[in-house]
């Protein structure tokens, strides 16, 4: 249940509790593992115990004085009743990756932890399992953030605004008021989405992109011209 403490000065951070400390399993040993186990440490709600990787990728045994173990073998080493996961990997496949990785946690009998950074401004509306917001993201009330999505610092989250499951959000984007923003799009740095309109599953925004109108599923739309590239999101080698 959140508990949401009265808006502080903007000077300091607004106390919000979306779960109950626990141990924590971070997916992942590169840069975004590393980033959301400083946030996790800093804050102090939960006690990160260990990092994941699939046994493929596993070429070390520890990170940073914490074990690194196999995810086929998580269960047995970290069950799902004495730990809760946090995955926190990137846009790869336009959030096709970390889909994957979510439902696979799921279906290993796992919950995940959310992460909503202090000096968000954030008033205690929905958000689902396995988001991470950074600092000083502005989410304005009547707002729904799903699962697994990750909001970059410095956003702004436009009043009634709907983020569907497995977004990226990168810094400075403005959402404007009641936008639909289908399951797995990436909106670039500084690009910005004008009111009422909605984007469908797999959009790709590229950085500075000015938006207008709504978007077919797995449209990219790129640069300051807003250009709508003849390839969709789904033919792309990478964002």
Known sequence: MVQLAKPNPQ????????????????????????????????????????????????????????????????????????????????????????????????????????????????????????????????IQ??????????????NHIGHHTNIHDHCFIASHVVVSGAVDIGERCFLGVNSTIRDNISLGEGCVVGAGALVTRALDPLTVIVGAKSRIMPKTSDQLDGI
């Open 11 to 138: 000077t300091e951070p607004v106390n919000v509790e979306i779960d109950p400390p626990c141990d924590v399993v971070i997916f992942g040993t590169g840069e975004m593992a590393e980033v959301a186990r400083f946030y996790l440490e800093w804050e102090g709600t939960h006690n990160v115990v260990a990092h994941t990787l699939n046994r493929a990728y596993l070429d070390e045994t520890s990170k940073d004085g914490l074990p690194v173990v196999a995810w086929e073998d998580l269960n047995t080493l970290y069950p799902p009743e004495q730990v809760k996961l946090f995955c926190p990997v990137s846009y790869k496949e336009v959030n096709l990756h970390r889909k994957r990785l979510f439902l696979e946690g799921l279906q290993k009998g796992y919950d995940f932890i959310r992460f909503i950074h202090p000096y968000a401004r954030y008033y205690g509306t929905p958000v689902g399992r396995n988001t991470f917001i950074f600092e000083d993201n502005v």
């Open 141 to 154: 009330p009547h707002t729904v953030i799903g699962d697994n999505c990750i909001l970059w610092s410095g």
